[in-house]
Nanobody, 124 residues
Framework: ELQLVESGGGSVQAGGSLRLSCGVS????????MEWWRQAPGKGPKEREG??????????LYASSVKGRFTVSQDNAKNILYLQMNDLKPEDSATYHC???????????????WGKGTAVTISS
């Protein structure tokens, strides 16, 4: 079982940057695909958008909505997942969740563990 705890959310103006972190603890965390999802205000958990994923070999994949602006990375020694977010837009406002999946499908149903999330608000 894994425990995921996000941090780094906050409020910034459009065009600004934030870096989110996700502390990962538990058994064999390195075998999981680690993912970032976001849930926009007023939407339910099943409407979360998968925005970035990184597998155990370092391969990454991004949603088109964030590609070129967001970068996912991980520090395997410290078991921390990061999401660097640049050129933020008001539509990026959401609660950002860290997730882990044993099988890398990058789908909502494929997630095995969720963090509780950290809120990001972008003002215009």
């Amino acid at each position: 079982e894994l425990q995921l705890v996000e941090s780094g959310g906050g409020s910034v103006q459009a065009g600004g940057s934030l870096r989110l972190s996700c502390g990962v603890s538990g058994e064999a965390p390195s075998i999981y695909c680690m993912e970032w999802w976001r849930q926009a205000p007023g939407k339910g958990p099943k409407e979360r958008e998968g925005i970035a994923t990184i597998d155990s070999t370092g391969n990454t994949l991004y949603a088109s909505s964030v590609k070129g602006r967001f970068t996912v990375s991980q520090d395997n020694a410290k078991n921390i997942l990061y999401l660097q977010m640049n050129d933020l837009k008001p539509e990026d406002s959401a609660t950002y969740h860290c997730a882990a999946a044993l099988i890398c499908t990058f789908t909502y149903s494929g997630v095995d563990y969720w963090g509780k999330g950290t809120a990001v608000t972008i003002s215009s």
